[in-house]
């Protein structure tokens, strides 16, 4: 990356893809924005990280100016590092605000958020437990004992479970998942 004056942080926790995969485009992204901005082509940088470590680490540089994060993300890290949002993505088909949907094995014997104790909730959001317990499931009020945890293999975890398996190693006897996906989540 070229010394910049100021650099772009993108880091997506979760999500699939390495930081390999998306510099080329994030370079690519800063290039445009410093063109347009009028600014000479080496005084914006860009650097993606899929971890939420590793951003953290990034936005924590001198450098740092702006940072394109997941809502979830922004949740979890907004007042320790200061962010303040300019602006929202607004997704064809979805809009600003994605909606989230807590999924739990059919005839299971969790029937409400009070009967959850003991639970795990696995989601691609689950490094950011502050956004699923207070925004992704906002009207819920879950017990103070539920497990939140991260997985980038959401699906895979959820049709392990639905086979009746228990994942990993049984280490897990009752799971919710929460997915996003705008297209098939209830209102």
């Known amino acids: 990356m070229l010394a910049a004056m100021a650099t772009l942080v993108f880091c997506a926790p979760g999500y699939p893809g390495g930081s390999g995969d998306a510099q080329p485009f994030v370079d690519q992204f ?42 979830a993300f922004y949740v979890q890290h907004a007042a320790a590092l200061h962010l303040a949002p300019l602006a929202q993505a607004d997704v ?29 909730i696995l989601s691609v959001a689950g490094y950011a437990p502050e956004f699923v317990k207070h925004a992704a499931l906002a009207a819920w009020a879950l017990p103070a004992d539920v497990k939140i945890e991260a997985t980038g293999q ?34």
């Open 154 to 187: 959401i699906l895979s975890a959820l049709r392990r479970v639905a086979s009746g398996e228990s994942i990993p190693n049984g280490a897990y006897q009752n799971e919710f998942f929460e997915c996003r996906d705008a297209r098939r989540a209830a209102p």
């Open 30 to 71: 800063a290039k445009a924005a410093a063109a347009s901005a009028g600014w000479k082509s080496d005084s914006l940088g860009a650097i993606y990280d899929p971890s939420e470590q590793g951003g953290l680490a990034k936005l924590g540089d001198k450098d740092s100016v702006l940072a394109f994060v997941p809502y």
């Open 92 to 120: 064809v088909g979805v809009g600003t605000q994605e909606r989230w949907t807590l999924v739990g094995k059919v005839g299971g014997a969790a029937t409400g958020a009070a009967s959850m104790t003991g639970y795990t």
